[in-house]
């Protein structure tokens, strides 16, 4: 009985599993499995970030997905924060969020990683999108200098005024080893944020009996570099009590030997006197016999960027207030420098480019007694943003030219700006200006900071640039030695290298400093040009001059009584055919106003000047016209601020 009653049982629990497992199967067959979720796309905006950091906005398309989550694929020491996540908001097919970034701390540009996964159930599926994140500007030092430079012997206060980039602390350090003391007003400060720097000094008596100068730095710091600014304070010898019977000893040179230098390398070495009568004046000049690129300026200081190597024989003459001469002899070595592979910056060449030839074939003037010839056979054109000379024949592979940087009046207002360069193409014999291809290098003047885009009044900037039509202005991130002042010469060379490479190079043969590039250009190399210009922008000067020209600052030269602007040196490799003068009237005002050119038959070099011939204090500009004042927006900016 009990064998029949558990065999009935276990059929029927047989029977109930078997329909179980019919239903669970029948089940599954009519829900069918789950889709696996997918990642369309997914992008950040901005891809790419300031230095500074900020936000993007994440967006993004998903099929099949049942949440979405960000996930951070990046190892960094700046802080990365998400909006909100994960998410299930997705599910719709769209998924969005935020991501703020923190601040780069290095000077090298990072690239983060993330990843956006899709979820349903046990699948996933990520899609990656990357952000950039600028590299840390470098702090710099614009400038800096003690004023006054020079104490007397019982020492005195001075006060050091400097101007700095990207900075986030400054310091001064003293750098000369001396018996007297130096007391700083206060050291380090992070007032210096804004850009400027001041503080004050405290220089005691000199003990010695010769003069002293004393070496400083200011260092300005960020998070990721720090650059030294270097500047001198000369202070007086100490005076001996003075008798009857008192002789002054012989003038004579301390300095029997200069440190040596680097090509490339900008160079400071103050020569040391003592005797005489103070004070003294040092003699420069060709005569001295200084490497190409070095000078000797009338305090004795032997500065500059050499620009070739070798050694070489110094002469240098000193002289007091008695008008007592000495003169002495040194040597100075200039090594190569270090080398580069780099392919966008070259070395100026030695002797590149030959003077523009003076004689009957060409519409040059004719080989004449006199010392200097003036131009003939010139073809005369206006412009409303150039004024100078231009040259036409070709092909052209060289050009070059050295000129002075004007000061701005202060009759400048801060939608005014000019000018100077040298270049190649631009000018059209029959169309001016109407040529696309231009290469061409100089110098900028205006009332508006080229990195601020801020203006203020009575404050005026110079800095160098670089151009290749149709690409905008550059400037150069490369640039060594003093920055660009008024009143300093120079020498722009624009050159064919090999095929389409050509290279430019310009060199501050006042102040010492300069740069080099290469770059690629195919222009018809038909033209050659020596300007003075207005600026172009035709967003904010389209109303004033016309063709979005703007009105041409008010110049002069920082010597009064000279002309503006002064072309000399002008240099040519290229059949010369025709020249053209071509001055600029701006709003039917003759504003600037080149001379006739000339050529000094000895030297053989050739040159002209510019003159503003406008009404300073009218201006250019209709009344009735409002023009927004400039700005650009440029990465990295080298200039200088005068005030």
């Known amino acids: 009985m009990k064998q029949r009653l558990s065999r009935a049982v276990t059929l029927a629990v047989m029977a109930w599993v078997t329909f179980a497992a019919f239903v669970s199967a029948a089940s599954s067959a009519s829900a069918g499995p789950l889709a696996r979720p997918v990642v369309l796309a997914v992008s950040a905006t901005p891809r790419f970030l300031p230095p500074a950091g900020g936000t993007v906005a994440v967006t993004g398309r998903v099929e099949h997905a049942a949440s979405c989550q960000l996930k951070l694929l990046s190892r960094q020491s700046f802080p990365v924060v998400y909006s909100h996540n994960p998410t299930t908001a997705c599910r719709g097919g769209t998924f969005s969020a935020h991501i703020t970034i923190g601040r780069n701390p290095t000077s090298v540009q990072r690239s983060i990683a993330f990843g956006l996964t899709a979820r349903n159930g046990t699948s996933s599926f990520a899609g990656r999108f990357y952000v950039v994140l600028g590299a840390a500007f470098p702090a710099r030092v614009l400038k800096v200098f003690a004023i006054p430079a020079t104490l007397p012997a019982g020492g005195g206060a001075l006060e050091v005024k400097g101007s700095v980039q990207h900075a986030t602390s400054c310091q001064l350090q003293l750098l000369s080893h001396q018996s007297f003391p130096v007391v700083y007003s206060h050291n380090p400060t992070n007032s210096c944020q804004g850009g400027n720097y001041s503080a004050h000094m405290v220089i005691g008596a000199n003990p010695s009996r010769m003069s002293r ?160 010839s003036a131009a003939s056979g010139v073809v005369q054109e206006t412009s409303n943003n150039w004024s100078g000379y231009a040259v036409t024949g070709g092909p052209f592979t060289a050009v070059s030219g050295t000129f002075t940087v004007p000061s701005i009046t202060t009759a400048a207002s801060c939608d005014e700006h000019v000018s100077e360069w040298v270049g190649i193409d631009g000018f059209n014999a029959t169309a001016q200006q109407a040529d696309t291809s231009l290469i061409q290098a100089g110098i900028d003047e205006s009332e508006t900071s080229p990195f601020t885009g801020q203006c203020t009044p009575g404050y005026f900037y110079w800095w160098p640039w670089w151009e290749v039509l149709p690409a905008p202005e550059q400037v150069p991130t490369n640039w060594t030695g003093a920055n660009v002042n008024a009143g300093d010469q120079i020498t722009v060379t624009i050159e064919q290298v090999s095929g389409s490479t050509w290279g430019i190079w310009v060199r501050d043969d006042t102040g010492g400093g300069g740069f080099s590039q290469e770059t690629p250009f195919n222009g018809p190399e038909s033209s050659a040009e020596w300007i003075v210009e207005a600026g172009t922008d035709s967003g904010l000067c389209g109303s004033g001059v016309g063709s979005g020209v703007c009105p041409l600052a008010p110049f002069t030269n920082s010597n009064d009584g000279q002309p503006g602007v002064t072309f000399n040196g002008l240099g040519l490799t290229g059949s010369l055919s025709s020249w053209y003068e071509i001055t600029m009237v701006q709003n039917g005002v003759q504003v600037s106003t080149p001379s006739a050119y000339f050529t000094n038959t000895s030297t053989g070099v050739t040159g002209f000047s510019v003159s503003y011939t406008g009404d300073e204090q009218a201006g250019n500009m209709p009344a009735d016209q409002q023009v927004i004042p400039r700005v650009r927006h440029l990465r990295s900016v080298i200039y200088s601020m005068s005030g």
Request: hydrophobic share 30%.
């Open 213 to 372: 100068t004393v070496a400083f730095a200011l260092v300005a710091r960020n998070q990721s570099s720090a650059f030294t600014g270097r500047f001198y304070v000369n202070l007086a010898a100490r005076t001996p009590p003075t008798t009857t019977t008192t002789t002054n000893a012989p003038l004579r040179i301390n300095t029997s030997s200069l440190p040596e230098g680097s090509v490339g390398v900008s160079y400071y070495f103050p020569l040391r006197a003592s005797g005489g009568v103070a004070p003294y004046s040092w003699l420069g000049g060709l005569l001295t016999g200084l490497p190409p690129g070095l000078r000797l300026t009338s305090e004795g200081v032997v500065t500059g960027t050499p620009t070739q190597a070798g050694d070489f024989e110094v002469t240098v003459t000193v002289v007091d207030s008695q008008g007592h001469q000495n003169t002495a002899s040194m040597t100075i070595g200039i090594g190569a420098g270090a080398t580069t592979t780099t392919t966008t910056t070259t070395t100026v060449p030695p002797t590149t480019t030959t003077t523009l030839p003076a004689t009957t074939t060409t519409t040059l003037p004719a080989t004449t007694t006199t010392t200097t």
